[in-house]
């Protein structure tokens, strides 16, 4: 790997990373007005055709029909595809009612959780940094589970452990990232166009061809999940796991900044203090990763 490529693939994760930080979090937030069951309506909607459409541009559908040729991949892709829809649904209703600060959390403790699941499920071997980092995190979630049950955050628990389980079952199949998603989205279509066509009959949606600006902005739900993630995937392949697994903390980080300091969202000394041991934790991990990736692991 030269170092332009690698630090190409850098550029991409962090753009993807920040996409997901800063401008998803905007986006949503900005379109919540329609509530959050329309708008994980419209991303599953949208994010369809947004994948029909790379998927034609990339020439990819020959690699379409392979992947639904096998029916293991059909099955575990119906199942991930709940999994993703479920991260989507929890996320938007994170952002929608003033808890993006929770969900922040989520993704704080998601790749770490991936680590745990791993040992669990396929006897990934855990090193001491990475059984440290996730003794930390048990330890944060039972801090605010004893002293303050209510503000445990339970939405970003959910956006973790369902991000977490979605990983475990792509690992069980090999398949590229976003024609894997198309499937998965393709799978949920039905289930989106079913809700959105209730939202519409008894009067609950605000999409619609009257107003042409509004309809475009929701529309951009699909490429607002999509490219960020072309981005962060052809940052892996040009960088590795390692290093792109340290860029992704932007996502939370910017969150997390942008739930406290933009939305002024409240932030308890109780929760502070379970960040505290949270960070602790990914300092562990951002260190394992660094020095697998310095010496080549």
């Given at each position: 790997?030269?170092?332009?490529?690698?630090?190409?693939?850098?550029?991409?994760?962090?753009?993807?990373?920040?996409?997901?930080?800063?401008?998803?979090?905007?986006?949503?937030?900005?379109?919540?007005?329609?509530?959050?069951?329309?708008?994980?309506?419209?991303?599953?909607?949208?994010?369809?055709?947004?994948?029909?459409?790379?998927?034609?541009?990339?020439?990819?559908?020959?690699?379409?029909?392979?992947?639904?040729?096998?029916?293991?991949?059909?099955?575990?892709?119906?199942?991930?595809?709940?999994?993703?829809?479920?991260?989507?649904?929890?996320?938007?209703?994170?952002?929608?009612?003033?808890?993006?600060?929770?969900?922040?959390?989520?993704?704080?403790?998601?790749?770490?959780?991936?680590?745990?699941?791993?040992?669990?499920?396929?006897?990934?071997?855990?090193?001491?940094?990475?059984?440290?980092?996730?003794?930390?995190?048990?330890?944060?979630?039972?801090?605010?589970?004893?002293?303050?049950?209510?503000?445990?955050?339970?939405?970003?628990?959910?956006?973790?452990?369902?991000?977490?389980?979605?990983?475990?079952?792509?690992?069980?199949?090999?398949?590229?990232?976003?024609?894997?998603?198309?499937?998965?989205?393709?799978?949920?279509?039905?289930?989106?166009?079913?809700?959105?066509?209730?939202?519409?009959?008894?009067?609950?949606?605000?999409?619609?061809?009257?107003?042409?600006?509004?309809?475009?902005?929701?529309?951009?739900?699909?490429?607002?999940?999509?490219?960020?993630?072309?981005?962060?995937?052809?940052?892996?392949?040009?960088?590795?796991?390692?290093?792109?697994?340290?860029?992704?903390?932007?996502?939370?980080?910017?969150?997390?900044?942008?739930?406290?300091?933009?939305?002024?969202?409240a932030f308890s000394m109780i929760k502070l203090i379970s960040f505290i041991i949270i960070w602790f934790a990914v300092i562990v991990y951002l260190r394992d990763?660094?020095?697998?990736?310095?010496?080549?692991?």
């Amino acid at each position: 790997m030269s170092s332009s490529e690698f630090n190409k693939g850098i550029i991409f994760a962090a753009t993807g990373s920040l996409w997901w930080g800063v401008l998803g979090v905007i986006y949503f937030e900005y379109i919540s007005f329609v509530g959050h069951i329309e708008s994980v309506l419209h991303r599953a909607i949208w994010t369809s055709l947004f994948l029909v459409i790379t998927t034609s541009y990339l020439s990819k559908w020959s690699i379409f029909f392979e992947i639904i040729k096998i029916k293991k991949n059909l099955v575990t892709l119906f199942f991930s595809g709940l999994l993703i829809f479920t991260n989507w649904a929890v996320w938007i209703y994170a952002v929608s009612s003033d808890q993006i600060i929770n969900a922040s959390f989520g993704y704080f403790i998601m790749p770490i959780l991936s680590v745990f699941l791993g040992y669990i499920f396929f006897k990934e071997k855990l090193n001491v940094k990475r059984i440290v980092s996730i003794c930390f995190v048990l330890g944060s979630i039972f801090f605010l589970l004893i002293f303050n049950y209510q503000s445990l955050p339970w939405v970003g628990l959910i956006v973790a452990l369902s991000w977490g389980f979605y990983n475990l079952l792509r690992k069980k199949i090999s398949v590229d990232t976003d024609i894997g998603l198309l499937v998965e989205s393709l799978f949920m279509l039905p289930f989106a166009l079913v809700a959105f066509y209730v939202l519409t009959a008894y009067g609950l949606n605000d999409f619609n061809f009257s107003n042409i600006s509004l309809s475009f902005i929701l529309l951009l739900a699909g490429p607002m999940t999509v490219i960020p993630l072309f981005l962060y995937v052809r940052g892996v392949e040009l960088s590795g796991l390692g290093a792109t697994g340290m860029i992704f903390y932007i996502t939370p980080t910017f969150q997390f900044i942008l739930g406290y300091f933009y939305y002024n969202e409240a932030f308890s000394m109780i929760k502070l203090i379970s960040f505290i041991i949270i960070w602790f934790a990914v300092i562990v991990y951002l260190r394992d990763l660094y020095e697998n990736n310095a010496s080549g692991v």
